[in-house]
């Protein structure tokens, strides 16, 4: 029963950490903790002049 | 760096984008929608040209009848360009079969002749032409002087709450347009802005955009760049006739102009190609 529960317990672990890693943008996550006047403005654009 | 102004339009609404340049229907579109957007400034004036095969059956406006024309956007100046040339030579847009397709496409798109002629903005006509395959049929200022295309849109709260970033990023475009523009010096200048937007933005080969920038040296032109009454309102006519836009929309509603108007005392960078930095 403990073997099973710590598989569990390290499956829940490393797909949180994949999750956290592959589909969490820190770096928006970061520039929303900044005061407004120091965050990056971002501009879009497409590769035409 | 985007491929369709339609993924502009989404990054911007969910704030990941804070400005961005796009076509200036789609700006006036969400605005008409609610979207809490507006025009500062121009990305550029003229630079769309309608292409058609090289060595194709199309040869003068008429030819087009029957025929598919891509298009970035049903939102887009390229696309109004086309009604507005057709209106010129007596046919309407049930004559010709427009599609929507993303710009970086098209030139492939015509070569493949998925498609029979493509209204685009640079630097897709030149792509065409520089390989061999395609031809300009006309040039968008031929049907529509002061023509107008890519506009800087900025999210209200990031005008609201930071305008000195606002200025900042409009009177780098007005100083760089300047600088672009300069004109004993605008081959050699064009060419070297070729060459590092080509390699460290576009990711495109220079050639390409040194092509679309010096044949000739006035296919594209960066200035003047503020957003002018006049222009916008031939643009919003085009808009309600050609059913893009269902309602009459004021110019204050969609242009701040307070950037651009502070932009006018700038001068342009202090910078020659071979400089390690612009001032």
């Not at chain 2, 390229?78 to 030579?89: D, G, S």
């Not at chain 2, 002749?113 to 006309?138: C, K, N, T, W």
């Not at chain 2, 808009?239 to 950037?259: K, W």
Request: charged share 25%.
């Amino acid at each position: 029963m403990k073997r099973i529960a710590s598989i569990a317990f390290g499956w829940l672990v490393a797909i949180t950490a994949a999750h956290l890693s592959l589909n969490v943008d820190w770096n928006v996550v970061r520039e929303r903790r900044l005061p407004i006047a120091k965050r990056k403005l971002n501009v879009a654009y497409i590769p035409v002049t | 760096m985007f491929q369709g102004f339609p993924e502009i339009k989404e990054a911007l609404m969910s704030n990941k984008m804070q400005a961005g340049f796009m076509v200036a229907p789609m700006a006036i579109a969400l605005r008409a929608q609610g979207v809490p957007i507006k025009i500062v400034y121009l990305g550029h004036r003229y630079g769309s040209a309608v292409v058609v095969a090289k060595n194709g059956p199309i040869h003068t406006f008429a030819d087009l009848r029957g025929r598919t024309i891509a298009i970035p956007s049903r939102y887009s100046d390229e696309r109004l360009i086309v009604f507005k040339a057709l209106k010129q030579h007596g046919m309407s847009g049930k004559d010709v079969k427009m599609v929507e397709m993303a710009p970086p496409d098209v030139a492939g798109a015509l070569a493949a002749d998925a498609i029979d002629a493509f209204s685009m903005g640079e630097p897709y006509p030149s792509q065409a032409e520089m390989a061999g395959f395609g031809r300009v049929l006309f040039h968008a200022r031929e049907y529509w002087p002061d023509y107008i295309s890519c506009v800087l849109v900025v999210r209200q709260d990031v005008i609201d709450h930071r305008p000195e970033a606002v200025q900042v990023l409009v009177d780098g475009i007005a100083r760089s347009g300047l600088w672009l523009d300069n004109p004993p010096r605008r081959q050699a200048r064009r060419e070297h802005a070729a060459d590092f937007v080509g390699r460290y933005y576009f990711r495109q080969n220079p050639a390409l955009l040194r092509w679309a920038l010096t044949k000739p040296l006035d296919r594209v032109l960066y200035q003047p760049l503020t957003p002018l009454r006049k222009d916008f309102a031939v643009i919003v006519d085009l808009m309600r006739e050609t059913g893009v836009l269902d309602r009459p929309i004021a110019f204050e509603e969609y242009v701040d102009p307070q950037f651009a108007e502070r932009a006018k005392h700038e001068t342009e960078w202090r910078y020659e190609p071979g400089d390690a930095t612009a001032q």
